[in-house]
């Protein structure tokens, strides 16, 4: 989908439902794993799943970091109408993100009992989740490879083929898990399986359609005489994803020091949580289809020169973006305990996993704000200092307040906090970026 003319809010809000849509299919598909084991496994395994989390996350942020720097590359290069550059670009990203993917699927495997025990797993718990980390690390290449052709997909303005993709990857997911663990009889460990065969699976769909994709548009047919060397790929890839990738690195790293407060309180505490999460996921990727397609709009639009139009699409994403946070937060509230009973009926579990819910809720109108602000600032092309904010809110204030509160109060609820009342700062300090940098653009 080509962004850089016509209406902006058709084009946006035609751009961002099949994105929403398929976060939504997201959400359905890692909720699959917690839903059966929440109800056919024992309060272990479901803590096992929490506690492995942000572990995972910490590897494949990194991936997702690059990944959205070669996406913002394409976008830029789609919007210029530069396709020799686009096919140079894919033609070097795609086989140098299976070799990442090895890299870092190995270190997964090697450094999960190390973690794990970093975070004071509790010893009812730990040799489930490390079961459950290496099957997962041992397919992570094919979960990242996905990842690339899709994100590049989209940075096409090809939403509607990821969506299906993603059908397919829940679907196979929801089988396997039945067949796995109620038929099968393998517990969590089939759990991990289910995942990684529907990934592979998915893997290789989105790669034959990207490759069909760059075979039939007339842009990538074109003769360019503009030379696109391996080392202006890496180069720029680099520059627009390595500051994110380290930042979701990190990020994500903290909040594995984050579950270890949680992990404090005992199974109960670390079950409740893990169904937290998995809801607090369905309002996040809502936020995140709607960052994805306000980072293409923007991408498209400054690489074609449309800085006007670029502030135009950022007054549409606002008003769409907060205003499906606030009719999801207030859902959330109102029905928080028969949400969270729905994963696991056992009253300290749902006590746990209510409480995180509801003060979360209030706070997710600037969690939004927070990222889109950002991903507007990536889109055009600036990542250190947008992701530099990101770090300091979320890392830093993060840390210094755990620390703090967890040497002066013995509260669940107070270490839950840590992650709302960073996202406020965080906003404001985006936004002041933002408009210090639309204020001085020259476009090229």
């Excluded at 995972?56 to 990194?62: P, R």
């Excluded at 979701?248 to 409740?272: E, H, K, P, V």
Aim: proline share 3%; charged share 10%.
């Amino acid at each position: 989908m080509e962004m850089t003319s016509g209406r902006i809010a058709p084009a946006f809000v035609k751009f961002s439902i099949p994105l929403l849509l398929g976060n939504l299919f997201q959400f359905f598909y890692s909720t699959t794993d917690i839903l059966i084991v929440g109800n056919y496994c024992d309060t272990a395994s479901l803590a096992a799943i929490g506690a492995s989390a942000n572990i995972i996350f910490t590897l494949t942020g990194f991936f997702n970091g690059l990944a959205n720097g070669a996406g913002v590359l394409v976008a830029h290069l789609y919007g210029a109408k530069d396709g020799n550059k686009i096919r140079k670009t894919i033609r070097t990203v795609l086989p140098l993100s299976l070799a990442l993917g090895i890299i870092l699927s190995s270190a997964g495997f090697f450094i999960a009992p190390l973690m794990l025990k970093m975070i004071s797993v509790p010893d009812d718990v730990f040799p489930k989740a490390i079961a459950y980390l290496r099957i997962y690390f041992a397919g992570l290449t094919f979960v990242l490879f996905y990842s690339i052709c899709t994100g590049i997909l989209r940075s096409l303005g090809d939403s509607k083929r990821p969506l299906y993709i993603l059908f397919l990857t829940v679907l196979l997911n929801v089988i396997l898990d039945f067949l796995f663990i109620l038929k099968l009889k393998t517990g969590l460990e089939g759990a991990a399986w289910a995942t990684i065969i529907s990934e592979f699976v998915s893997a290789i769909f989105a790669f034959f359609i990207l490759l069909k994709r760059i075979k039939v548009e007339v842009i990538f047919s074109a003769v360019s005489n503009q030379i696109c060397t391996i080392g202006f790929v890496v180069r720029s890839v680099l520059k627009l994803g390595l500051p994110s990738a380290i930042s979701n690195s990190i990020l994500n790293f903290s909040n594995t020091f984050m579950q270890r407060y949680i992990n404090f309180f005992g199974s109960d505490c670390m079950a409740g949580w893990a169904v937290y999460t998995r809801f607090d996921q369905l309002t996040i990727l809502p936020m995140v289809s709607i960052c994805m397609a306000a980072t293409t709009f923007t991408a498209q639009n400054y690489g074609a020169g449309k800085i006007d139009r670029v502030k135009k699409g950022i007054r549409v994403s606002s008003v769409l973006g907060f205003s499906v946070v606030l009719v999801i937060s207030s859902i959330l509230i109102i029905f928080a305990r028969p949400l969270i009973s729905v994963f696991n009926s056992k009253e300290e579990v749902v006590s746990y996993g209510s409480q995180f819910m509801r003060a979360a809720a209030f706070f997710y109108v600037f969690c939004f704000g927070a990222m889109l602000f950002c991903q507007i600032s990536q889109g055009l092309g600036s990542t250190v200092i947008p992701t530099s904010i990101t770090f300091f809110g979320f890392v830093i204030f993060r840390q210094i307040y755990l620390f703090s509160v967890s040497h002066i109060f013995n509260s669940s609820l107070l270490i839950a906090l840590a992650y709302p009342f960073a996202w406020p700062p965080s906003m404001l300090l985006e936004i002041w970026y933002l408009k210090k940098k639309l204020s001085r653009l020259i476009t090229y």
